[in-house]
């Protein structure tokens, strides 16, 4: 408890809660595709680096690749993970 009585929430907290949110916002997504009605869930952009980045250095090659997929529904999970963060 603080001294204004009002506990302090943690920012790793807040980070994980959004990535759940996130990460299950977009596999709901995914399965929502199937569907008909709820097709609109599923619709998104997808950005990063399409290719991979490769790196030779003779003897060591290192392969850097990173892609972002972000849909209406991985939306909808971090704007809930958000209102989850502040009644906790």
């Known amino acids: 408890m603080t001294a204004t ?3 302090r929430k943690s920012n790793v907290v ?3 809660i959004l990535l ?3 990460v299950l916002g977009g596999f709901l997504g995914t399965l929502a595709a199937k569907v008909g009605v ?3 869930l599923a619709y998104g952009q997808t950005f990063g680096l399409s290719s991979p980045l490769v790196l030779d250095l003779g003897i060591l090659s290192l392969t ?3 892609t972002v997929t972000i849909n209406i529904a991985s939306i909808i999970g971090l704007i809930i993970g958000i209102i989850i963060y ?3």
Do not use: A, E, P, V
């Open 5 to 7: 009585g009002k506990s």
């Open 14 to 16: 807040l980070i994980i």
């Open 20 to 22: 759940c949110g996130i």
């Open 38 to 40: 709820l097709s609109w």
């Open 64 to 66: 850097f690749g990173f």
């Open 86 to 88: 502040h009644f906790i």
